[in-house]
């Protein structure tokens, strides 16, 4: 069972002067730079061959805290959409458990960031058997205590996705979600309002890059539907679903939506939601009966963006103190 939020014993979050409301909390993160430096912390290079007869081949980052503590299980990042290891939230987040004394492995998805020299392919959300191949190559020294996996934004997504394909057979000692769409199809419908164009059109240019950075593969009829989408569900509708086997937009989403896997669910699980969050509603969480999943433990603070949290009383993202607090309390139980 996983502990309760009141074991936690988390502050209430309030937004942090000027991040006020939901665009400036999602915003701020870019607007602050990152934690780029991770010293006196090192870190070391990691590569994860897929099984698939692509040649393709993952890349992640290995941080290693200056001063190691006992009893800690390797935390397992996951970026989100056109995120990488070098994500300011993937960043910020391992410094901060590093200081704590954790091991921390910033993976890069299929095609994402360092990983795209690397890799033929695309990621998508159906690719969640990626992410098991990774977990069967990570060395015993570094799982000897356990892994806990973190997922934020589409990362997350993909995470309750193989968490509840897997169910109690996943060999992860617990996981942690922040602003994950769960419901890909009322998603994507949500962001294609005229008030989020500005995060589309930001989204989309970041898809193409990366869909047409040297290593991808694609024929010239490809690379020429990739610059011609229009919107990201234009991209997932003629380019992701027919390269990867779905029939469009429509069948990937409903096929790959967390909803439908997040009640078989077993490993304990913190699912964190904003909720002002202005890409995902947090009406889809509020929908969800999570009494009928006692591995499952929502946290669902009135205000937050996406993936913002900037809280007033920390320059610590809340939504990082929150899974530490969590995976602390996981580690505490298993010992």
Known sequence: MPPSIDSLDLPPFKPRFP??????????????????????HTSERMAFPMADRTGDILLGMLDKPAEPAEQRPLVLLIHGLTGSEDSPYMLNAARYLLDSGYCVLRLNMRGSGPSRPYCREHYHLGRTADFRRVLAQLPEDLTANGVVAVG?????????????EEGSFSPLLGAATICAPIDLIRTCKHMSRARNWLYQAYLLNDMKAEALAPGALTSPEEREIIRAARSVREYDDRFISPRYGFRGAEDYYELCSPLAFMPEIRVPTMVIASCDDPWIPVEYYREFNWADNPSLVPLMPPAGGHIGFHAHDSTRPWCDLAVEKFIDRLATIEA
């Open 19 to 40: 991040w006020w409301g939901p665009d400036l909390q999602t915003i701020a993160i870019l607007l602050t730079g990152r934690a780029s430096d991770l010293a006196p």
């Open 152 to 164: 934020y934004s589409l990362g997350g997504a993909m995470l309750l996705k193989y968490l509840g």
